[in-house]
């Protein structure tokens, strides 16, 4: 036999891992590398975004609603109202001609437009006390105790 048979080749690889299986694990470290980084970024925002939410007592009420606002149409223009004599109570004419002409409603603070002036809950319009205001009546208290209710569109 010659010696040539004998000796491995120099020139081939090992017969132990095949050139294709060699190749193919170069990207598996650069995508577990790539995937740690994602990762670290979405636990850092969420940790933020939980932070935000526990220093904010806002956040954890409920949220208000938009105020309610009761559009007015085919309203006459203001008319200033008529003077009072320094009375415990307006007349019947007087307290008649009270006319409730809008109502921003907010649960917070309501408000209304009664004779082109802007009143809230404990306001005065003339001898009267505004009591309470809903999105569509105005309730108002004179200083005998008694109460009228004035209603938008009427």
Do not use: C
């Amino acid at each position: 036999m010659s010696r040539s048979n004998d000796t491995p080749k120099r020139d081939q690889p090992a017969p132990s891992d095949p050139p294709s299986a060699a190749a193919g694990r170069g990207w598996v470290l650069p995508l577990v590398v790539v995937l740690l980084v994602i990762a670290v970024f979405v636990l850092i925002s969420v940790a933020r975004r939980a932070e935000k939410r526990k220093a904010s007592p806002e956040s954890n009420a409920a949220i208000p609603a938009e105020p309610a606002v009761v559009p007015v149409t085919n309203v006459a223009p203001a008319v200033p109202a008529p003077a009072v004599a320094a009375t415990n109570a307006l007349s019947t004419n007087a307290a008649a001609s009270l006319k409730l002409q809008g109502i921003v409603f907010n649960a917070t603070r309501p408000g209304a437009i009664v004779d082109g002036k802007t009143v809230y809950v404990g306001s005065r319009v003339g001898a009267y006390r505004v009591r309470e205001i809903t999105p569509s009546t105005l309730t108002l208290q004179d200083t005998n105790g008694s109460t009228r209710t004035l209603f938008l569109g009427k």
